[in-house]
């Protein structure tokens, strides 16, 4: 899991909960624009592969990678809503 998790037990190497994600290089995100677009381009290859198979295992794991797609999504826009949030202030 992230420092971001409260209570985790691991200290930051950023400073603790003073630290902005914003103040940290997006370079150094565990999930980065590059990471996520690697990522999101992976999924849909594996969804897309595992629909093309034609049968009804292969749809359901692509209707999961889609799910997976679909939530990798949403925490890409709660990294984006932080960044905005924290740079606004």
């Not at 381009?41 to 629909?51: C, L, N, V």
């Not at 799910?67 to 960044?83: A, M, S």
Request: charge should be negative; charged fraction near 30%; proline fraction near 2%.
């Amino acid at each position: 899991m992230s420092d971001i998790i409260e209570g985790d037990g691991r200290e930051s190497k950023w400073g603790g909960a003073e630290t902005k994600l914003s103040d940290i290089p997006t370079e150094q995100f565990p999930l980065n624009f590059r990471k996520y677009c690697q990522l999101v381009a992976d999924i849909r290859t594996a969804a897309y592969g595992f629909d093309d198979l034609g049968t009804a295992s292969g749809r359901a794991v692509s209707r999961a990678l889609t799910d997976v797609h679909f939530r990798l999504g949403r925490v890409w826009e709660l990294i984006r809503e932080i960044e905005h949030r924290e740079t606004a202030n």
